[in-house]
């Protein structure tokens, strides 16, 4: 049987959180999902790692912003729900999966700390980077809002699962996937939408939102079960 790590966040405040969609998908295909939280501040990191890198995959859900300065810049005013200790934690899962050859799929926040992880860099805000808002459609989260234009054969057309329509939800971005991943798709106003590398995929939008309407979006689960 195969299991999944799945992080969870810390957020509202004296609270973890974790949208249900992405347990609901594991179970779906038939492994077994194994919630985890960041540790706090204080606490060491290496028994969190074995637990999460014990598992067959990794999967890193969505949540508020990472912090910037993890990419050498100085924050905005306007961030939401900053979490140091879930950087501090996300960042780490993702080198030591990768050290252990256990398959990384990030989601969103997940798909962003990918990035930030390996070298790469956001947009603080999409609106402020000239995007507009149109890519925070927390009132349509369950609906498809926009088009996804990936790469013919690449990972991110795959994990569409034939569809070319997503939700959106977030007011941040990759901005730089950085030297170890590459862009693969794309919005049609040229935010990036997925990132891949050896092991390691990100999205983001919000499958775990969709699948239960269309299960083709069961898709990016099922790569990080195969990769396993």
Not at 12 to 38: C, F, I, K, N
Not at 164 to 191: K, M
Not at 194 to 217: K, T
């Amino acid at each position: 049987m195969q299991t999944v790590a799945i992080l969870a966040g810390r957020q509202p405040e004296h609270r973890y959180s974790l949208q249900r969609g992405y347990v609901d998908a594991v179970w779906a295909l038939g492994a077994v999902p194994l919630v985890l939280t960041p540790p706090p501040l204080d606490a060491p990191l290496d028994d969190f790692l074995a637990v999460v890198v014990g598992c067959d995959g990794v999967l890193i859900s969505g949540g508020g912003d990472v912090d910037p300065s993890a990419y050498g810049e100085t924050p905005r005013d306007d961030l939401m729900e900053v979490d140091a200790a879930r950087d501090r934690a996300e960042i780490a899962v993702v080198h030591a999966a990768m050290a252990a050859d256990r398959p990384v799929l990030g989601i969103c926040r997940g798909h962003q700390v990918l990035a930030v992880a390996l070298g790469g860099a956001l947009h603080q805000d999409l609106d402020a980077a000239g995007y507009g808002t149109r890519h925070w459609e927390e009132e349509r989260q369950h609906q498809p809002v926009h088009a996804v234009l990936a790469d013919p054969g690449s990972l991110a057309q795959r994990v569409l699962g034939g569809t070319t329509v997503v939700n959106s939800i977030h007011h941040q971005a990759v901005r730089d996937p950085g030297p170890l991943l590459r862009a693969r798709a794309w919005s049609e106003d040229g935010v990036i939408e997925a990132v891949e590398g050896e092991g390691v995929l990100g999205v983001q939008w919000h499958p775990e939102r969709l699948a239960h309407i269309d299960v083709r979006h069961l898709a990016p689960f099922a790569w990080l079960l195969e990769a396993a």
